[in-house]
């Protein structure tokens, strides 16, 4: 495969992802949203525990920093495709841990998280997984 070929690919990929995000928290506030909250003595909990899971990301980011100073390095040489894989690999790890908050949150709406903190758990997702963009430097 080509460079842009690629590219293309881990784009659409990211793009998947970010539907895989956050359409189980669209379907839950749809299904859930405007019902009776079935325990909201969980609602902190499930907060506190979406909150946190911003932190599990650290060590997938900095893996992913690591592959694409391994790719860039890799570029137009024969380890070249190995790098991409290698990427490829580690971002589609460090992409599922992104998703984390969204899905907590997902998770906390039949309990009765109120929208400011939904919406506040689906956008730092939303920040973890624009943190996983493919750079330009790499085209």
């Given amino acids: 495969m080509t460079r842009p070929q690629i590219r293309r690919r881990l784009a659409v990929t990211w ?8 359409l189980p928290l669209l379907v839950m506030g749809w299904a859930f949203g405007s019902n009776k909250p079935l325990f909201p003595v969980l609602v902190m909990p499930f907060f506190i525990a979406g909150v946190a899971s911003m932190f599990i990301s650290l060590p997938r980011f900095a893996a ?3 592959a694409l100073i391994a790719t860039q ?7 070249e495709p190995a790098a991409w894989n290698a990427l490829a690999h580690t971002r589609r790890t460090a992409l599922l841990v992104a998703g984390l ?8 709406v039949p309990v009765g998280l109120e929208a400011v ?6 956008v730092s997702s939303l920040v973890l997984l624009y943190l996983y963009r493919i750079p330009r430097q790499l085209a």
């Fill in 101 to 108: 908050p969204a899905w907590i949150a997902a998770l906390a």
């Fill in 64 to 66: 992913y920093k690591h």
């Fill in 73 to 79: 390095k890799a570029l137009d040489t024969p380890q």
């Fill in 117 to 122: 903190p939904l919406v506040l758990l689906a």
């Fill in 15 to 22: 793009w998947q992802q970010l539907a895989l995000t956050l």
